[in-house]
Nanobody
């Protein structure tokens, strides 16, 4: 079983950047499909970006060209580099790790984009 801890959220102005980290323990992250989701109260949780076990990347249209997901196997960590942030990117961002029927989640980190 893998444990996930997110960090890196905070308050940033529109147009700014943040890098979120999702550190894993208890298992090797590279055996899982890992992704970043975001949740806004009253809205459906949205998949933002994903990296599969094999390294295939996926991005939601809303973040394509602005966000980059990457995985550092040596640090057992997945990152989400967020650039050109917009107010609509404000949300709690959570990472997950999936393998077969099992899915593991972190607690989330809050990102607020505001002037």
């Amino acid at each position: 079983q893998v444990q996930l801890v997110e960090s890196g959220g905070g308050l940033v102005r529109p147009g700014g950047s943040l890098r979120l980290s999702c550190a894993a323990s208890g298992s090797i992250l590279s055996i899982y499909h890992t992704g970043w989701y975001r949740q806004v109260p009253g809205k459906v949780r949205e998949l933002v970006a994903r990296v599969t076990r094999g390294g295939v990347l996926f991005y939601a249209d809303s973040v394509l060209g602005r966000f980059t997901i990457s995985r550092d196997d040596a640090k057992n960590t997945v990152y989400l580099e967020m650039n050109s942030l917009k107010q609509e990117d404000t949300a709690v961002y959570c990472c997950d790790a999936e393998s077969g029927p099992n899915a593991y989640w972190g607690q989330g980190t809050r990102v607020t984009v505001s002037s």
